[in-house]
């Protein structure tokens, strides 16, 4: 990704919602799967992820939420992509999703969240 400078690692380990790949100027979070996922968010979900996202973005990351072998989302899966959506909202106004499937795209769309999101044909990972 050209212009973009190597990121620093970034620490949602408190947050246990999210699990985070930092690669360059790529950030790739993935979502744990619902048994992981005991109660919902704690209040402080977005305000502990909010600075350290945008830190990142400042210095040129790209962000992606990289749903491969996550086959749906629940209720809590969902409110943790908005809560990282409202996150990332003021420098990105769609959050890209890779490897959504397709009962994803249905809920999404069902539940009127898809606006939010940015989703190819093809999510493939970024070359």
């Known amino acids: 990704m050209a ?3 190597d990121v620093p690692a ?3 380990s408190a947050l246990g919602h999210l699990k985070t790949r930092v690669e360059g100027g790529l950030v ?3 979502l744990v799967r ?12 977005e305000l502990r992820l909010g600075p350290e ?7 040129g990351a790209e962000v992606v939420l990289d749903m491969e072998n996550i086959a749906g989302v629940g209720s809590r899966q969902l409110g943790v992509m908005l809560a990282l959506y409202r996150a990332l909202r003021s420098r990105h106004p769609r959050l890209r999703l890779l490897n959504a499937h397709e009962n994803v795209r249905r809920l999404l769309a069902l539940s ?6 940015e989703i190819g044909p093809d999510d493939r990972r970024p070359e």
């Open 28 to 30: 790739t979070f993935t």
């Open 112 to 117: 009127r969240t898809s606006q939010f999101f």
């Open 3 to 5: 212009g973009q400078r």
């Open 34 to 45: 619902p048994e992981g996922i005991e109660h919902g968010l704690p209040p402080s979900f």
């Open 53 to 59: 996202l945008q830190a990142l973005v400042d210095r």
């Open 10 to 12: 970034l620490d949602v």
